[in-house]
């Protein structure tokens, strides 16, 4: 039987081993290919905050036609798409709005919904996964054909036909998240109860137990500690996907509605003109590529850093 004086220098080789570890990740995103990463993430993250005023710089916004800007084809006029020193990523063909405040302000809704949505699936994926791990029996059982269900069902068919049954005046961006984030959870749950299954089992919880502590204790104080980095590795690799979801519902055109910018309805748009106006389709398109693959580098960076058998000397 575990004593006090045993559980002592455990936590305490336990907080000594923090330090190194904190240390090893800071090294690897100090490396070129994570640290170019996180500087585009963050760039993006000030974009989608400061739209409005890098908008101003350019003297446009997202929602002004500028009719003198197009051809008698409404094909942008000039070289590029339109590139000048008016409209610095060229006009959108057909309407005459500026692209570059499009691709800032689009960044809004991508980041807002990926993120909203990821951490809605994490909240649910970590609750039920943990209750799952902890509780067993038939709690288990229950969780994990809700996996199953949620996991089987045609995420793409459920969300055009959720889009038509809402009104249009209905928030879409509320919806997406919603949407994206209820059939999110699965995964990160699964890997959740695993991790609760063998941490329940550990010395320290059981003795726990045994001395009368509720599950609540059991939940904050022993179990969240010891998920929360697998956790967060798993939300950071999952976010790209969910900010592609997103894109990937506007493309379809069951996202965001016009006039609002977003990049997955830009890179729908772009289709028709993609022989008339490749720029149209290149910015958009790139801003959405940058984004997801800077935070699918972040996640792995992370990932490997916390992985003591995948981690670099």
Request: charged share 15%; proline share 7%; aromatic share 8%.
């Amino acid at each position: 039987m575990m004593t006090t004086s045993d559980a002592l220098p455990a936590e305490a080789a336990a907080s000594l081993d923090e330090r190194p570890a904190r240390r090893s990740v800071g090294r690897a995103f100090l490396r070129p290919l994570p640290l170019a990463a996180a500087v585009v993430v963050l760039v993006s993250v000030l974009a989608a905050l400061l739209a409005p005023q890098l908008a101003a710089l350019s003297g446009n916004d997202p929602f002004t036609y500028h009719a003198d800007a197009l051809g008698p084809d409404t094909a942008p006029a000039g070289a590029l798409g339109g590139v000048s020193g008016d409209h610095w990523f060229g006009v959108e063909p057909g309407t005459g709005r500026d692209l570059f405040s499009l691709v800032v302000y689009g960044a809004r809704v991508s980041l807002l919904v990926g993120l909203a949505s990821t951490l809605l699936a994490t909240v649910i994926g970590v609750v039920l996964g943990i209750v799952a791990g902890a509780v067993g029996g038939v709690v288990e059982k229950l969780v994990d054909f809700a996996t199953d269900v949620t996991l089987g069902f045609p995420f793409l068919i459920f969300a055009i036909a959720l889009s038509a049954l809402f009104p249009l005046e209905a928030p879409r961006a509320l919806l997406l998240t919603l949407v994206i984030g209820m059939f999110g959870w699965p995964s990160i749950a699964r890997v959740v109860a695993a991790e609760t299954r063998v941490i329940v089992r550990q010395p320290y919880v059981v003795a726990s137990r045994v001395m009368g502590a509720r599950f609540g204790h059991v939940f904050r104080h022993q179990v969240l500690p010891n998920v929360a980095s697998t956790v967060i590795v798993f939300s950071c690799i999952s976010l790209p996907g969910r900010i592609a979801a997103e894109a990937t519902l506007s493309f379809l055109g069951v996202g965001m509605l016009p006039p609002t910018p977003s990049w997955g309805r830009s890179i729908g748009d772009a289709i028709n003109w993609l022989l008339v106006d490749p720029a149209f389709l290149l910015f958009p398109a790139a801003a959405l590529f940058l984004v997801t693959f800077s935070f699918t580098i972040l996640g792995d960076t992370l990932r490997d850093a916390l992985d003591p058998r995948g981690g670099r000397p």
